[in-house]
């Protein structure tokens, strides 16, 4: 159980392409997503928190009109990268958690999304 | 714990052995913590948490200790396997503007030898 896809794994684009990535909560009911950014060799870093039909939270650092975070439904949230540029060539992991605001439930992360732009 | 940049501290043990990952974390606020295991080109996968109001935790081959005092976590991992080989991030969990969410150490490399 709590199985959770991500979608491309793999996107290779050109510079200035806008690139859309799914998070899906294949068994369960994600009310809470999160998107984090990993370089290599590096930790994750928190990019956003969003919440099923609202706004999403977004770090300090992190640019809202540059990576839009849609969490339309329980089981889907997507990440897009507008506009990327060679130095938003990263792997994009997502995780998806049960429960709302303080929640006992953990996160269950994706495989993430090895970003390349050319 | 503080991301330490481009060097993973590695450590790297005889298939067998016993291993022990540390990390230091920093909000002593935080009551909730989890080790995780990244393989590569993988998302990380959940090992083992511990809550603030306990020391330690034990689970299958693995052991968590928690020492609040001096803000420091460490994972015990018995018989070492070479599936064992991964990065293993500490992660605390904290709370912002309403959602807990969860702060990643900088990870430690485990290299396991035949």
């Known amino acids: 159980g709590a199985v959770v896809s991500q979608h491309p794994s793999w996107v290779i684009c050109k510079s200035g392409t806008s690139v859309k990535i799914e998070c899906r909560s294949l068994d369960f009911q994600a009310t809470t997503m999160f998107w984090y950014r990993q370089f290599p060799k590096q930790s994750l870093m928190l990019m956003a928190t969003s919440n099923e039909g609202s706004k999403a939270t977004y770090e300090q650092g992190v640019e809202k009109d540059k990576f839009l975070i849609n969490h339309a439904s329980l089981t889907l949230s997507t990440l897009t990268v507008t506009s990327a540029h060679p130095e938003d060539s990263s792997f994009y992991i997502c995780s998806a958690r049960a429960g709302t605001g303080i929640s006992n439930q953990p996160q269950h992360f994706g495989d993430g999304t090895r970003l390349s732009i050319l | 714990g503080e991301n330490v940049g481009l060097h993973l501290p590695t450590l790297s043990v005889q298939e067998g052995d016993n291993s022990i990952i540390n990390c230091a974390y920093s909000n002593s606020a935080s009551d909730y913590f989890i080790w995780y295991k990244q393989e590569s080109g993988k998302g990380p996968q959940f090992i083992i948490d511990?809550?603030?109001?306990?020391d330690k935790r034990q689970g299958q081959r693995v052991t968590v200790l928690l020492n609040k005092t001096v803000k420091h976590l460490s994972l015990q991992i018995a018989a070492t396997q070479p599936g064992d080989s991964a990065v293993y991030f500490c992660a605390e969990g904290g709370f912002s503007g309403g959602y807990n969410k969860l702060i990643f150490g900088a990870g430690t490399r485990l290299a396991v030898h035949p």
């Open positions: 511990i809550r603030s109001n306990m």
